[in-house]
């Protein structure tokens, strides 16, 4: 019989995502064979499994740390914001359609019935399931049809600990209004409590330990220290945590925090960088300053360009790119750079043309047919390998003999030049998803800058961020065998394989 234990959270980034990859990794060590698993996501951070289907990035690096292959069925339903009204749901890795709130209620019966397929599925092929929940536990609005969080637990009768952030404060607070709201049929299933993200001496927790214990009659199972790890976020709908080093560095890199940025954690390897200081702008600051300016991805590219023009930070980009500073737009701050934007088929909205900021001679057409692939190839600039990953659904031409190639990639057995890149206008252009990843391509990249401020090249290189996760999770699963009582946790997991 499978074991599972599933976490859920007094509210979002709580730190759920980033628990369940160490007990992952745990399991693993310990000779397990775990997988992950979230019913739902909401989030603007996904990546693309080896089979070309899309799923949350969280649920990625969750089966990384279990060493498995990223498989769909451990996300099935990944909704990605278009607006503040509607999202694209993304099913078992495939755009299953975009929708508002409502109607997505309506769809939940025909949802849950996927979800509890794909769960009993992986049931058969795994010996552990860690099972994640999305926002809290106690969202009572939503209770009805709830196949993600308390609802879940009920499904597939699953034992449950709850998460707590202490570093927002109000953490006992929330974990008793939390398991308060819980009806007793969902409260039976929570057997544990974890205290998150704690800076301090523990001994002062004891008293507010043993209160909300006696007062919620579930044991405390661990106090987890606060653990600065460069680990991708599940979620861009959030605040940007650890996206910005304060002190001052030789390179300054700028990147624009755009209302419905996507994939955001494309620059987080940058912070393994000593000669980097990198800044989330929004579209309100000044880039006085800047080296590199970072247009990222965004899941509606013509609002965002409006978004742009109306803080008038075009203007400010075209000024900051005339005094020096370098440009690079990743996916849909690509298409941005460009000189138009055309969505014939309404996929982002209802503006059928857009005006780009005109420094790359091409034009995008929003195409109905989302790409999803992992891409291996080289920099052809920067002669360097390169590997990553390509989630959009437009298609992007250039004026005839006027397309510099960034990237030559290896696509269906065919070589294709893919981007653009103009040394002498600092102007860099390209659709791969997680390009900073790369090591040598990325000093390379930050020592042509140097070299464009009269500085030296620099040797430094860390390893490939996949490299260094792996450094991060072993480090995150030793701390958690060490805060967490893992004997409780294993004596949970084995009571309730027996269902």
């Not at 359609?97 to 795994?126: A, F, P, T």
């Not at 220290?225 to 991708?232: E, I, K, V």
């Not at 503006?351 to 692939?373: A, D, N």
Request: hydrophobic share 40%; with cysteine; aromatic share 6%.
């Amino acid at each position: 019989m499978c074991k599972k234990i599933m976490l859920v959270g007094t509210a979002s980034s709580v730190g759920k995502s980033t628990l369940c990859a160490g007990l992952c990794r745990i399991l693993q060590e310990d000779g397990q064979n775990p997988a992950p698993f979230k019913a739902q996501n909401m989030s603007l951070n996904s990546g693309v499994t080896p089979e070309g289907l899309e799923m949350g990035r969280a649920q990625i690096l969750q089966a990384v740390a279990a060493k498995v292959v990223p498989d769909v069925r451990m996300n099935p339903v990944l909704l990605k914001p278009t607006s503040n009204e509607g999202s694209q749901v993304v099913l078992l890795g495939k755009v299953y359609g975009v929708v508002g709130g409502e109607n997505y209620i309506s769809m939940k019966e025909e949802l849950s019935i996927k979800v509890l397929q794909s769960y009993r599925e992986l049931e058969k092929e795994h010996d552990t399931i860690v099972i994640e929940g999305a926002g809290s536990a106690a969202e009572i609005n939503l209770r009805k049809n709830d196949f993600v969080n308390m609802g879940l637990a009920r499904m597939v009768n699953a034992p449950v600990l709850l998460v707590a952030d202490i570093d927002k404060g109000g953490a006992f607070a929330s974990i008793y209004g939390t398991v308060m709201l819980m009806p007793e049929e969902e409260r039976k299933h929570v057997k544990g409590i974890i205290i998150n993200k704690f800076r301090g001496t523990k001994a002062l927790l004891k008293p507010g330990i043993d209160e909300i214990e006696k007062l919620v009659g579930i044991p405390v199972l661990g106090v987890v220290p606060y653990l600065p790890l460069n680990l991708p976020e599940e979620d861009s709908l959030m605040e940007h945590p650890r996206v910005e080093r304060k002190r001052k560095a030789d390179i300054s890199v700028g990147v624009i925090n755009l209302p419905h940025i996507s994939n955001y954690t494309d620059v987080q390897p940058l912070l393994m960088y000593q000669d980097v200081e990198v800044h989330m702008l929004s579209p309100e600051d000044s880039l006085a300053g800047m080296d590199l300016i970072i247009l990222p991805g965004s899941k509606n590219t013509q609002k965002d360009l409006e978004a742009l023009r109306r803080a008038k930070m075009d203007e400010k980009i075209l000024k900051a790119h005339e005094e020096g500073a370098f440009l690079l737009g990743i996916c849909g701050g690509y298409q941005m750079l460009g000189e138009s934007l055309e969505d014939p088929h309404e996929v982002e909205s209802t503006l059928m043309v857009s005006r780009g900021l005109g420094l790359i001679p091409m034009k995008t057409i929003l195409e109905q047919r989302k790409k999803t692939s992992l891409v291996e190839g080289e920099s052809i600039p920067m002669e360097s390998p390169v590997k990553g990953y390509e989630i959009h659904m437009g298609r992007s031409t250039f004026q005839k003999d006027m397309q510099r190639p960034y990237l030559r990639i290896r696509e269906n057995g065919e070589i294709i030049e893919e981007g653009y890149f103009h040394e002498d206008e600092r102007i860099m252009g390209t659709y791969l998803h997680g390009i900073f990843d790369n090591s040598g391509f990325t000093r390379k990249l930050l020592n042509l800058i140097r070299r464009h401020k009269g500085l030296g090249d620099m040797s430094e290189a860390p390893q490939d961020y996949w490299e260094q996760m792996e450094k991060e999770l072993t480090l995150l699963a030793g701390t958690l065998r060490n805060t967490l009582d893992m004997e409780a946790i294993y004596e949970i997991l084995h009571e309730y394989s027996h269902d």
